[in-house]
């Protein structure tokens, strides 16, 4: 099949995915960057909406939380005490489970300064890691903007939510997807063909033309050897994905909620043997401004269990040494709860890291509930220092590459 560039400009690439386009693998530079040293793996879990930290790392021996929550307080006696001053929410039985394993970091008091209360605002402060301009490139695809992505064309992956901004760097990207069935070269939604037809004819004829530019034989553009190369592994990736993954069968039941599905993919992937080295996951539903008990109660059992199967998980495919797991959430809740027994947008919040590597326990001691910054809690560990762990110590990096200024890495790892 012959096809002139002039007439594939034309008519351009379709998307790889929600989003990725093929033509940003061109934008990729051929020189081999620096190497990373680990195969190791993070996935990030995105808490939209705003955690209430108060709620899941509860002060309970603080008279104060009480004073401050009078219908919201979680009863002493039922709180999974963890250090005799702190203790999970009643729900994050399963997460509790993983703490007495000594693999979950509970860190403590996590923000940055000057925070931002708006949903979008502060979601791209922690997705970009930058409180000063937060519209710029994602934190780890900065870090993979510095790697030899080589061995894999997408390095990181997010399945759902918003925070796929922190995957997006300017040599890197990473495909969206919300299942494995929508992760394809040529989505038919992309098409804009209202017949079934039409559009497994025309996605016929797009994938043979795509072959055929890239072809072996000295077809169009293959003085450009990078391009070819970058382009096919970009074919062969989203064309044999279903494949790869299809071989293995979980032995463990996962719950049957939105981030349990999430996590049973990625524990997919991950054992399928693709180098993708960072994936985002995202759970919605926690900017509770009213009515919170119940819907909290279960967003914290959705947490627990879902992590606590995707450990089983990838400890059944010998992989549980090489991932951990990272939550995180735009920003905590007020101190105070509101008229209508839900809690508005404050400041600094708890976060959780699981992993065999992980040292656990409790950092640090618990915010004051006395000395607020305006009815919030105050930050005491910048989410930076989090991140500067996370890249060095875990991913092999080096961080002063990825923000303004060297931070000191959070006491995290064993």
Do not use: C
Request: glycine residues 12%.
């Amino acid at each position: 099949m012959e096809l002139s560039r002039r007439e594939f400009s034309k008519r351009g690439l379709l998307t790889l995915s929600s989003a990725m386009v093929v033509p940003a693998f061109f934008q990729r530079t051929a020189q081999a960057l620096e190497a990373t040293s680990s195969d190791n793996i993070l996935v990030l879990i995105q808490l939209a909406g705003g955690n209430d930290g108060l709620n899941t790392v509860v002060p309970y021996s603080d008279p104060l939380y009480y004073q401050n929550r009078p219908t919201l307080g979680l009863a002493r006696d039922a709180v999974l005490d963890l250090n005799g001053k702190v203790g999970l929410h009643p729900q994050l039985t399963d997460m509790k489970t993983l703490y007495d394993e000594k693999i979950v970091k509970v860190v403590q008091g996590v923000g940055y300064p000057n925070a931002n209360r708006s949903h979008f605002k502060s979601t791209d402060i922690w997705t970009t890691g930058n409180p000063v301009h937060p519209e710029g490139t994602g934190w780890l695809g900065r870090y993979f903007d510095g790697q030899d992505n080589s061995k894999h064309p997408f390095p990181s992956m997010a399945l759902g939510g918003s925070g796929q901004k922190a995957l997006k760097g300017t040599l890197t990207g990473a495909p969206t997807f919300q299942n494995i069935n929508s992760f394809r070269l040529f989505p038919d939604q992309e098409m804009g063909m209202e017949r079934q037809a039409d559009v497994t004819v025309q996605r016929e004829k797009d994938v043979g033309a795509f072959k055929a530019l890239h072809r072996m034989d000295g077809g169009h553009f293959a003085q450009s050897g990078f391009l070819k190369d970058a382009s096919m592994k970009a074919f062969v990736s989203s064309e044999n994905l279903q494949k790869m993954i299809g071989g293995y069968n979980s032995p463990v039941n996962y719950p049957n909620n939105e981030l349990a599905n999430q996590l049973k993919l990625v524990g997919k992937l991950i054992a399928s043997g693709l180098k993708t080295r960072a994936y985002h996951a995202a759970i919605g539903g926690f900017d509770t401004h009213s009515n919170q008990a119940g819907g909290h109660a279960a967003r914290m059992s959705q947490i627990g269990g879902s992590l606590l199967a995707f450990m089983r998980d990838l400890r059944s495919m010998k992989k549980a040494d090489k991932v951990v797991i990272m939550t995180y959430s735009e920003f905590g809740r007020r101190v105070k709860e509101n008229g209508s027994r839900g809690t508005d947008h404050g400041a600094a919040a708890p976060l959780f890291v699981i992993g065999e590597k992980v040292k656990g326990g409790v950092s640090g001691d618990h915010p004051s509930l006395a000395e607020l910054d305006g009815g919030d809690l105050k930050y005491s560990i910048d989410f930076r220092t989090v991140y500067t762990a996370m890249i060095e110590q875990w991913l092999g990096g080096k961080s002063d590459r990825v923000f303004d200024h060297q931070f000191q890495a959070a006491s995290i790892f064993a």
